[in-house]
């Protein structure tokens, strides 16, 4: 589509006698549906560009000989044009789909699509109820496509949307348009069955049953379907889902084109994982324990329990010996009505959420210079750049929708991309971000800080600098560009492999950029020294005189759906809701005050400094909601002994987990398809969560868990429904108003940045701008537990469609590294280090750089005892992502 | 009362308004002939498109004809079907009907589902002795259905060659569509 | 292994044009050349090389007829199937090679002699019906003549009948 011109330039055109004023450059197509004019087509979709290849949206257009494609033509001054007026159009309509219907079967009646087919309502409307043809139809050989995408090639109508759909916005190009004419077919590579993204695109753009959901096939017909709009649970992206639901079973997934912060595009997660809430191992009770089993008992005994145990902690060690951790999978409401719990009802600071698994790196770094818990930026401002800078994202892996933004803004925009990635450019089963990028750094994980810090110093001796602000901080600037005329471009070279020049040249890109967005990823934000690499790149923005300019600013993706929201709603223990300060007593005051309950004053208190004081027995009880830090940490962190020491261990769930299994009372959680609520998502936009089914057995929402909880303890904190906790929220914090299609970006502070560049960059300067020590051994290799485009965390493990596409772990080299150590794919290896060996098969991508070896985060049960455990002194995020290992095959493998 | 006429005095007399009611009744008794059918001992003939309890058909070779398309539930204006499809087992991408329910305590035996169903998988029969004690009965599955087709229709429509599993169904040219009864 | 066997000429074929996509045609020419057919590995290099993913170049081999996707017979027999040569009936063609070496169009017979392909055009109009076996031209064909023909390849791996490509009949109503 050729994006209408931001100019207020614009055309009048008649349509069917109506008048329609539309931007200069609006396609008759789309002229013809803003004046309730609706053209039939097949091939034309708006995201696309027009191949008009249907023919099916011919109009007349006066003055112009023959009839036109409405869909490649474009709207001028003065242009009739007749649609559904024009008896020579509808004539040629009928002869087109005469000419569709020639081949496509009449199955209608055991056709997925049949009740929302695009074919099926224009034969309707064009009353094609006869046929010139007497032939018998083409009729394709059925192949098996793919594990979740069936074909079924007899009722392709040929309009190529889903190969476009591949190419242009999802740039996979997984899908090949074989043979020619009406013989066409739509493969994936050869006999071979599709190995793609599995976005679900190509099912949800196909306007005949062609294409179909595999998991949902058969299961429905359209009209039975409920629809709930809500939003999906993995990743941080924040993307409107449609759940179809059919007698309170979840049938299939579905975003509509237009709407939410992904415009109708879904990843494998999205589209394909919904079948977590509707898992036989969901628990439906909830379960103490007696001895090594667990019981079955009511709510009533069970609340019961934990609140007699949470008050007799207290009443015997103090409420600090009470902790609490919460998901960032739980809704805004959930997490705030915990902290409430924790800090009102119990008393104590010591909470945390999984925004400390990484997040909180960029939102601490966002904050300390610009003042901001948010985003400066939106996913408009993405799209828009004009340059883009990504450090550690494998974006197409982690948050693939914000990846979608930056190939839009690429792809069709043409921003430059400059990629700081751990990734080889080379072409894959899934897209590459770096194989966009007009500057590609390629490093290995371990060297994003040397990588940034090269790039700062390519700015700083480019002279690429803001002068306005230089001469207002001089000594700021002074400071920095001393540290890094100390650090020598041979040192950078070793460390990265990349020369100075590569640098300077990105360099100077990024100085040209008048809109630069630079997006932060997990490699960055959860590997080892995060938070200086984040506050870096802070630097560089400000420093290059970017971060104040509208639409730049630096962009940490989030993880988690509601990372962003569990720090706002003051799940992290030294943050109050709102983002504001624990040690702040006039924000105490005021809290203490709207909620009628006192704020203890002691420290909060991060997930680390938890594990440390339960192994010290200063900790004794901790209520875990949703989270599993049993599996999601190693054990090097020492969260065995942790949970181990601990008096009282209660888990709110959905499934029995590790940390669950250990746990003495478990109590049945909802998921997001099952209760009310909001997410913000990683830009700050806060979304609504709606139901979607009942409640599995008698799980109940957390908040509500929290409520009763309250009660038993006679600290009643009583909610009638989740709007009131809503209304509380919006009432307590201004920046949760914006339920709404777009967010409005949070503006940088400039009392915030006066201060971080008078005073406050001095408190780290020194060890954020030094070379990290390199001392890896020669045959060591560097392994990487990182995010796969199929699963989210562990939840999704649960999701019987993803673990089709990716149902283990494997370690993945690149085929030359693998070659070199004689290993070839699938062979098993003795991965080892000095705190263990763990058997593996391996996989082999180019797309992983050499030297480097990753293996999904998801299934590393096993290989998780290899990584060394560090904490952030500044942000106390616990890093462990990465570690340095032995690979050795395994003979007789 | 005093106004009576005599014409009135002697209709009054010989209770001809009486006689007058029951003048057909009179004359039937002279004339005798039957109406009633003696019900369990007599049956009526029945028309031949008396729309009687449904039934699910099979073809000659015995294969099931429902596909599982759910048109006959999405007719019925009583919800009286209900319609579980699936793929079948073994051969993929076909359809048929897993379960399939029919409760015929709400049946008004209006034959839309007949009419809706593609492939004539429905069948209306002649039975209507369906009296039971416990309406549970009433509720029949997918056995039930296809054994009241079975013994109702013993001559089976001929399996189509061209229905390949491989091969959509109703893959055929438009003149070779099996041709519906045209009122 | 193509791309390293043929080093010099994929990169002689590469420096011919700005885009590296448009040297498709040419590698995949290369790749036919080598082994008679388009492997999927040769795919796979192909599209490695051009930086597309194997469907974009498995889609350009299916769009052209002249690529095959299988190994083909020593001899690949292309009858004409276009309107000049079907006039003059080169379905019988077709049928008298079907009926002689018990194959189908697309199948090669059991003793990896002959493949069988209609195809479209070969330019041949004024002396159908025609058909090419390999890189030459057997025209003005009758059920006798293309027994020999195929008796002829058979036997000596040659037969005197060709034609060659682009020869028209000379005034004396003789070719060549």
Known sequence: MPTPSTTTETVTLTIDGQTATVPKGTLVIEAARQVGVMVPHFCYHPKLTPDANCRMCLVEIEKMPRLQTSCSTQATEGMVVKSSSSVQAQEARKMVLDFILANHPLDC?????GGRCDLQDFSHEYTATSSRFQELKRVFPKEYFSPLIETQMNRCVQCMRCVRYCDQIMDVKALAPTGRGTLTEIK???????????????????PVGAITSRLSMYEFRPWMLKRTDSVCGYCGDGCQITFQTKDNALIEINSTQGSGRNNGDLCARGYFGYH????????TLPLIRKGDEFQSVQWEEALELVGQQLLDVKAKYGADAIGGLISGRCTNEDIYVFQKFMRGVVGTNRIDSSARYGHLNGVHALQRVQGTHRWSVSFEDIESADTLLLVGTNITETNPITGLKVKEAVKRRGAKLITIEALNPAIGSISNI?????????VKPTGFSTAILGLLKAVVEQSILDAELQGKAPAYFNAISARLQALSWDAIFAQTGLASDLFTEAAQVFGQGKKVVVLVGPGVLRSEGGFGMTMNLMDLLLITGKLTNPGCGLAPLAEENNDQ?????????????????LGDPAVRENLSKAWGRPIPDTPGSSLPQLIEDAQQGKLKALFVVGENPLASLPPSSGIHSALEKLDFLVCQELFLTETAQKAHVVLPACSYAEKDGTFTNTEGHIQSVRTAIDMVGESRPDWEIFSALSVMMNNPMEYGDVKEIGKEIRNLLPGTRTLGPAPLPAQPDSSAIARYVTTDYQRDIAPRYQLPVNDAATDEITLQVSQSLFHSGKFSRKAKGLLQVEATGKIYLHPEEAARRGISDGDMVKVSNSLGEVLTPVGLRERIPQGVATFPEHFDEEIRQLLPYKVDPETQVPYYKLARVHLKKVVGS | MGSMNLKEWVKTLTFYELLLGMKATLSHLLKYKPITLQYPHEKKQLPSNYRGMLAL???????EKCVGCDLCEAACPSRVIRVVSAEVPEEPAKRYSKEYYMDMTRCLFCGLCVKACPVDALGMTQEYEWAVYDKRQLHLNKQQLLAIGDRNFPVREKRLEFQHPNVAYFNVGFKEIPQKDVE | MLLEKFKDEVEEILSRYPVKRSALLPLLNLAQREEGFVSEPAMRDIAKVLELTPPQVFETVTFYTMFNLKPIGKFHLQVCKSLMCALVRSDDVVTWISKKLNIVPGQTTADNNFTLSVVECLGSCGTGPMMQVNDDYYEQLTEEKVVRVLDDLARDGNCHLKSGPFMFPTTSGKSR
């Open chain 1, 276 to 283: 977590v809430s509707e898992h036989p191992d969901r628990l």
């Open chain 1, 109 to 113: 009646p055991v056709c997925d699509q």
């Open chain 1, 434 to 442: 770096v194989n966009l990028a007009q500057q590609h750094l390629g």
């Open chain 1, 188 to 206: 994936a590579f050869g006999a071979h069955e599709l190995d793609c993204e599995f976005c679900g695109g190509c099912v949800q753009i196909c």
């Open chain 1, 565 to 581: 929201g569990a720090f706002e709603m003051g799940g992290t223990g030294a943050v109050l809701p709102g983002g504001t300060s």
């Open chain 2, 57 to 63: 058909l099979r073809y000659d070779d015995g294969t």
